[in-house]
C-alpha cells in the first residue's frame, strides 16, 4: 500500500466509504474505530434517536381493530439536518437554481437564513426583506427563503440578529444608540418572520467580541440584554439560542467560558431555548492535519463536552460545519470519511437535536473560505463522496420502515427513529393512509381509526 507523509503522521490504512477508499493517519482510525467508542456511538444512537412506537387501530366506536395489515414508512426526522441556503437563487442559470434546490432538499430538512445587518439593511432606512431590490451575493432578501421553506418541508433558522461583524457602516458608535436601533431591528424581524421562521441565533461568536465593538463588556452583558430585549417579541413556538465558535466543542466546563457563559444566562432566568457551537475546521492553521492526527477534536472529548451540555436541559445544535477537503487523489474520499464519522457522533449525543453543514457547494462558501473545497457538492453542483455519505446515513441508514398485522389490542408494535411517517392500513377490503408522527419525550402510540 502507497503510504505518504502528512504533516508528523503517516496515512497508511483504507477506510470504505460510500464506495469509495480514503486513505486514513492510523492515530485517527485508532481512536475513531476503538470498540469502546463504537459501543458509545451505536448505544447512543439506539437510545437518543429512536423509540419503542406503537400504531393503535381502531373502529369508529374505539373498539381495536385486530388483524388488520399495517405498513409505517418513515417520511421525514425529527433531527434536524440542515445547510445554509446562502445563495438560494443567486446562480447563474433556472437550471443551477432548480439543481440546488433539489440537492439541498434531498439531505436536509433545516436551513440557515442570512439576517445579517449589513445584508438586511445596507443603507439606513433601506431594508432589503423584500425581492426588487439590490442583489447582494450569498444575501438573497429574507422574503425568498419563506416559500422555499414551504415548498420543501424545511425548517428555517434566522443568523443572526446580533453580531459584532458584517454591520453597516452607518451604525452609530454610541452604545445607547446602538441598543436603540438593535430593539427597532429586533422588533422588525419578529413581527415580519416570527410565524415562519422558527429559530433565531440572537447573538453570534460573543467570545471573539472586540474591545472596539460598542456594546463590549468583559463579561459580554450585551448577550443577556439581547435576550432579554427578544424574548417578549417571540412566541414559544420559536427558539432563541446563541451561538459560538468550534474551540468549545472539546473543552471540559471548568475550562470552557461558553460552558460558564450559558450557566450565568441559565441562572438570570434568561429564556433560551437552544445551544449552537460551530464545528469548523478549516480557519485555524494545520487544524485539518491535526484532527486527522488525532490531535484535536478528538471523538470521546466531544462526547464528554456534548454530555457537560446537556445537564443545561436544552437542546445543542452544531449550526456551522466546514471540513475541508484535504489535497491529494483521495482527498474528497478522506473529507467524506470524516463527516461521516463526525454525524455519527453527533446523531448520537443525547442532547443534540440538529446539525447544519455550513455551505452546500464548493464555490458558495464566503471569499477564501472557498479555497476549503469544503463543500458537499462541487461546484458544478455534482454530489461529492461527502454528500453520498449523508445521503445514505439521513435517507436509508436512518430510516425506519415496519410492516406486519395489528394484535389482538389492535397495535403494531416496532422500533424506529423519530419523526414523520406514513401509514398505510388496509383491513375488511378497506384502505388508509394517514400521516403519523412520533417523538422524542412524546407519546409512543399513535392511533388509526377504520371508520
Excluded at 446580533?162 to 413581527?191: Q, S, T, V
Excluded at 384502505?431 to 381509526?449: D, F, L, M, N, Y
Aim: charged share 25%.
Amino acid at each position: 500500500m502507497r503510504m505518504r507523509k502528512q504533516g508528523r503522521v503517516l496515512i497508511a490504512v483504507a477506510l470504505c466509504v460510500a464506495g469509495a477508499e480514503a486513505e486514513l493517519p492510523a492515530a485517527y482510525r485508532a481512536l475513531w474505530e476503538a470498540p469502546e467508542l463504537t459501543r458509545r456511538i451505536e448505544e447512543g444512537i439506539e437510545r437518543n434517536r429512536k423509540g419503542d412506537l406503537a400504531l393503535r387501530v381502531t373502529d369508529a366506536a374505539g373498539r381495536p381493530v385486530a388483524g388488520a395489515a399495517v405498513t409505517v414508512r418513515q417520511t421525514a426526522h425529527a433531527f434536524l439536518f440542515g445547510c445554509n441556503a446562502f445563495v438560494l437563487g443567486q446562480l447563474e442559470t433556472p437550471e443551477r437554481n432548480r439543481l440546488y434546490e433539489e440537492r439541498f432538499a434531498r439531505i436536509c430538512n433545516f436551513a440557515t437564513v442570512p439576517i445579517y445587518w449589513k445584508g438586511t439593511e445596507p443603507r439606513q432606512g433601506v431594508l432589503r426583506y423584500a425581492e426588487g431590490g439590490e442583489n447582494i451575493w450569498r444575501r438573497p432578501p429574507v422574503d425568498r427563503f419563506i416559500p422555499f421553506g414551504r415548498k420543501y418541508g424545511l425548517t428555517l433558522k434566522a443568523h443572526p440578529m446580533l453580531w459584532h461583524e458584517h454591520n453597516p457602516d452607518w451604525l452609530p458608535r454610541d452604545p445607547e444608540a446602538l441598543k436603540a436601533l438593535y430593539g427597532k431591528r429586533f422588533r422588525e424581524l419578529a413581527g415580519r418572520y416570527a410565524k415562519e421562521i422558527t429559530f433565531w441565533e440572537v447573538t453570534n461568536e460573543s467570545a471573539g467580541c472586540p474591545k472596539t465593538y460598542p456594546l463590549y463588556s468583559e463579561d459580554r452583558a450585551y448577550v443577556a440584554w439581547a435576550l432579554r430585549e427578544a424574548a417578549p417579541l417571540f412566541g414559544p413556538e420559536n427558539r432563541l439560542m446563541i451561538n459560538d465558535f468550534t474551540r468549545f466543542n472539546a473543552l471540559p466546563p471548568a475550562r470552557n467560558t461558553y460552558h460558564q457563559q450559558l450557566r450565568g444566562l441559565i441562572d438570570q432566568g434568561l429564556r433560551l431555548d437552544a445551544i449552537g457551537l460551530q464545528f469548523h475546521i478549516w480557519f485555524e492553521p494545520r487544524l485539518m492535519e491535526r484532527h486527522l492526527a488525532g490531535e484535536r477534536y478528538r471523538p470521546a472529548d466531544l462526547l464528554d463536552t456534548y454530555e457537560a451540555f446537556a445537564a443545561f436541559g436544552r437542546p445543542v445544535y452544531i449550526t456551522e460545519i466546514t471540513v475541508p477537503t484535504p489535497e491529494g487523489p483521495d482527498g474528497e474520499e478522506v473529507q467524506a470519511a470524516v463527516i461521516r464519522n463526525l454525524y455519527r457522533l453527533w446523531f448520537s449525543a443525547p442532547a443534540m437535536a440538529g446539525v447544519t453543514y455550513w455551505n452546500l457547494g464548493d464555490s458558495m462558501a464566503h471569499e477564501k473560505e472557498n479555497t476549503a473545497r469544503a463543500g458537499l457538492v462541487d461546484s458544478a453542483l455534482n454530489p461529492k463522496p461527502s454528500y453520498r455519505a449523508l445521503d445514505e446515513l439521513v435517507n436509508r441508514i436512518w430510516r425506519s420502515r415496519a410492516e406486519g398485522t395489528t394484535d389482538a389490542e389492535g397495535r403494531l408494535r416496532f422500533r424506529g427513529f423519530y419523526g414523520t411517517y406514513e401509514a398505510t392500513v388496509t383491513q375488511g377490503g378497506k384502505t388508509r393512509r394517514i400521516p403519523a408522527r412520533w417523538s422524542k419525550g412524546g407519546g409512543p402510540e399513535q392511533r388509526v381509526v377504520m371508520d
